[in-house]
């Protein structure tokens, strides 16, 4: 009998659950992007929302929260009502800061649900044209032989920050590490020589590469990017240094499975749509291969399981 009424409880709440999706949304949507406006979560949210307000005939309204190392933004939605109103647009390595920053009350990466992938795209190291180096192993060269002149830039918690401390290390190389809350602002100091290396998003510095002001060291890929074909991977200039950038949409924990799925298969449509595709790989930013919530679980997690080995690598312990 118990295990009867349990069944029946169960059905209850899952029609529940469906119905509400049903109906879902019925009021606007906010997709909270943890950067000033400008980069790559930026672009990835205003896109996507332009996509579906048609969709969901309401208004899906992007509210930027920079601020601490894309953990501002983060918590926020970490602490929202799990109702499919709220949401993220980050990089998955931007919701590890416990990994690098002690006593943060939330720790994001084991609490935000992941919703649906936006765009996948290998690291791209780079730097200002000012450089003498025209790839990453003439850059390791030039840093030994010029110890406290060069500057990296680092992005506090966030994954390629964690690999870029643990590679200056693992190259005895004497660089400043100065921190930045957005890629624009990175961009800006390489402008000016105050930053000479970053490891970011391809889509970031892609018109400024473009027009000579900046250049690449080195594709973090396991093949070169169509989007910069000349520029070799870390691999074949001797370094074991394979790391993407994988931009995606996260709710509130509690968020019902079915509000999850729903959004999951109509931002999957919308950014597999030949206009969005098309604009991404112009950008050298493509459309991630489409995922369930639940296959994006499981690869989170080996990526989270990859992170923790770069913290050790650059002498960070996990909080």
């Known amino acids: 009998?118990?295990?009867?009424?349990?069944?029946?409880?169960?059905?209850?709440?899952?029609?529940?659950t469906a119905a509400f999706a049903q109906q879902f949304p019925t009021k606007p949507i906010t997709v909270v992007v943890p950067n000033a406006p400008g980069g790559p979560n930026d672009m990835f949210a205003?896109?996507?929302?332009?996509?579906?307000?048609?969709?969901?005939?309401?208004?899906?309204?992007?509210?930027n929260k920079a601020g601490g190392g894309t953990y501002t933004g983060g918590e926020f939605v970490a602490r929202a009502a799990p109702d499919g109103y709220t949401l993220l647009v980050n990089a998955y390595g931007g919701i590890q800061p416990h990994l690098f920053v002690k006593g943060l009350p939330v720790k994001l990466a084991e609490v935000l649900v992941p919703v649906a992938p936006l765009s996948e795209v290998p690291y791209?190291?780079?730097?200002?044209?000012?450089?003498?180096?025209?790839?990453?192993?003439?850059?390791?060269?030039?840093?030994?032989?010029?110890?406290?002149?060069?500057?990296?830039?680092?992005?506090?918690?966030?994954?390629?920050?964690?690999?870029?401390?643990?590679?200056?290390?693992?190259q005895n190389?004497?660089?400043?590490q100065i921190p930045y809350s957005s890629t624009a602002a990175i961009l800006t100091a390489m402008l000016r020589d105050e930053i000479h290396i970053y490891n970011g998003g391809i889509s970031g510095p892609k018109a400024q590469m473009d027009e000579g002001k900046i250049k690449a060291f080195a594709v973090l890929g396991e093949k070169r990017d169509p989007a910069v074909p000349n520029v070799p991977t870390a691999k074949e200039l001797g370094?074991?240094?394979?790391?993407?950038?994988?931009?995606t949409v996260f709710a509130p924990p509690g968020t019902p499975p079915a509000i999850v799925k729903f959004l999951n298969e109509k931002i999957n449509a919308v950014m597999h749509e030949p206009d969005v595709v098309e604009r991404l790989e112009k950008a050298g930013s493509p459309v991630a291969p489409a995922a369930t919530p639940e296959q994006m679980a499981t690869r989170l997690k080996r990526e989270y399981d990859g992170l923790v080995k770069a913290a050790k690598l650059a002498g960070i312990e996990p909080q």
Do not use: H
């Open 239 to 247: 370094y074991d240094w394979v790391s993407s950038v994988y931009y």
């Open 1 to 16: 009998m118990k295990s009867l009424i349990r069944g029946v409880v169960t059905a209850f709440a899952l029609a529940g």
């Open 173 to 176: 190389l004497d660089v400043a």
């Open 46 to 63: 205003r896109i996507m929302a332009a996509k579906l307000e048609p969709i969901f005939k309401q208004s899906v309204i992007i509210d």
């Open 124 to 170: 791209l190291l780079y730097g200002p044209a000012t450089v003498p180096a025209k790839d990453l192993k003439e850059f390791v060269a030039y840093a030994k032989a010029n110890p406290k002149k060069l500057n990296v830039a680092v992005y506090p918690g966030t994954a390629n920050s964690l690999e870029m401390i643990g590679f200056l290390k693992e």
